[in-house]
């Protein structure tokens, strides 16, 4: 709950700052960068009297997250920045606290236009999670996960068709990552490790390819969408059960300039995690805020 009380705290800060000096970053703007982020805390709850007869628990869940983008764009180069920060927790009447949601991801990548459509591109992303994460029994709880453990390192050089300011398609023949699980007992709870050899702490997979899509899409004045794919396949390991897949999907329809609500989801499929598919999903309602100078387009 530390960690969680700290995110809120730094979140509710940033937003202050962006809102005091909105005016200042505007005119210090350039044609040259599109700017943007977003925040929100949300809370949900639920309460039942003793002798209800539908059946429930009573519960309270909070959630943060902070999203943002830079992008710099003049004459042949760009450079795109972005990150997502998203955090969750929910208490259940008679049980600690668990997280509902925990996602770091950075991304940085810098173009070179072929084209109005097509640019060469080198890139980089990062992608953790910020707290511990625990399989849970009626009688004690199993740590799986916590801080870098894993992260994933993704680099790539390859093609990107970006027909807009709301898409992009990264197409990467040679896309090297390194898997990192520093905790070096992990393995006692986790028995694959996350594709990291037991006793090391670092896996590299240099012959790979990778895909990734963005979608950053206004459907319209109160209703926006976010949607990331992101694809790796080792070509030493190659086959169709261990190409690694994932989808994060974030629908926000605004109630207000200060509340909206949010359906999030997560598609995950990694061999060296799981066998099967993994899927997560939250709706939440929340107080939020938004500042740049992306254009809308409907």
Same mark, same amino acid.
């Not at 849970?136 to 199993?142: A, G, Y």
């Given at each position: 709950?530390?960690?969680?009380?700290?995110? &809120?705290?730094?979140?509710?800060?940033?937003?202050?700052?962006?809102?005091?000096?909105?005016?200042?970053?505007?005119?210090?703007?350039? &044609?040259?960068?599109?700017? #943007?982020?977003?925040?929100?805390?949300?809370?949900?709850?639920?309460?039942?009297?003793?002798?209800?007869?539908?059946?429930?628990?009573? !519960?309270?869940?909070?959630?943060?997250?902070?999203?943002?983008?830079?992008?710099?764009?003049?004459?042949?180069? !760009?450079?795109?920045?972005?990150?997502?920060?998203?955090?969750?927790?929910?208490?259940?009447?008679?049980?600690?606290?668990?997280?509902?949601?925990?996602?770091?991801?950075?991304?940085?990548?810098?173009?070179?236009?072929?084209?109005?459509?097509?640019?060469?591109?080198?890139?980089?992303?990062?992608?953790?999670?910020?707290?511990?994460?625990?399989?849970?029994?009626?009688? #004690?709880?199993?740590?799986?996960?916590?801080?870098?453990?894993?992260?994933?390192?993704?680099?790539?050089?390859?093609?990107?068709?970006?027909?807009?300011?709301?898409?992009?398609?990264?197409? !990467?023949?040679?896309?090297?990552?390194?898997?990192?699980? &520093?905790?070096?007992?992990?393995?006692?709870?986790?028995?694959?490790?996350?594709?990291?050899?037991?006793?090391?702490?670092?896996?590299?997979? @240099?012959?790979?390819?990778?895909?990734?899509?963005? @979608?950053?899409?206004?459907?319209? #004045?109160?209703?926006?969408?976010?949607?990331?794919?992101?694809?790796?396949?080792?070509?030493?390991?190659?086959?169709?059960?261990?190409?690694?897949?994932?989808?994060?999907?974030?629908?926000?329809?605004?109630? &207000?300039?200060?509340?909206?609500?949010?359906?999030?989801?997560?598609?995950?499929?990694?061999?060296?995690?799981?066998?099967?598919?993994?899927?997560?999903?939250?709706?939440?309602?929340?107080?939020?805020?938004?500042?740049?100078?992306?254009?809308?387009?409907?």
């Amino acid at each position: 709950m530390k960690r969680f009380y700290t995110f &809120s705290l730094l979140l509710f800060l940033v937003g202050q700052v962006i809102a005091q000096d909105q005016d200042a970053l505007t005119k210090a703007d350039t &044609s040259y960068w599109l700017k #943007e982020i977003a925040g929100g805390l949300n809370i949900n709850q639920a309460s039942f009297s003793d002798n209800w007869k539908g059946g429930g628990v009573n !519960s309270v869940a909070f959630s943060v997250y902070l999203n943002g983008r830079a992008n710099y764009a003049k004459e042949k180069w !760009s450079w795109d920045n972005q990150f997502d920060f998203i955090y969750g927790v929910v208490k259940n009447k008679g049980e600690d606290g668990r997280k509902s949601n925990d996602v770091l991801f950075m991304d940085t990548k810098v173009g070179y236009k072929i084209n109005d459509k097509w640019n060469y591109f080198l890139g980089m992303n990062f992608l953790s999670q910020f707290a511990p994460g625990y399989n849970f029994t009626d009688t #004690e709880r199993t740590l799986i996960s916590k801080f870098a453990n894993p992260a994933y390192l993704t680099t790539s050089i390859g093609l990107e068709y970006k027909p807009n300011d709301e898409f992009s398609l990264r197409i !990467s023949p040679f896309s090297p990552r390194w898997t990192f699980v &520093s905790d070096t007992e992990l393995y006692l709870n986790v028995p694959d490790n996350y594709g990291v050899e037991i006793g090391e702490t670092v896996r590299t997979e @240099w012959l790979a390819f990778s895909l990734l899509a963005d @979608w950053n899409k206004k459907l319209s #004045e109160n209703l926006s969408l976010k949607m990331r794919y992101q694809m790796f396949a080792n070509y030493e390991t190659l086959a169709f059960k261990t190409i690694d897949h994932r989808l994060d999907v974030g629908l926000t329809a605004k109630v &207000s300039n200060l509340i909206n609500v949010s359906l999030t989801s997560l598609t995950i499929y990694d061999f060296d995690q799981d066998s099967k598919i993994q899927f997560s999903q939250g709706l939440a309602l929340g107080i939020a805020f938004k500042r740049g100078n992306f254009p809308v387009k409907e």
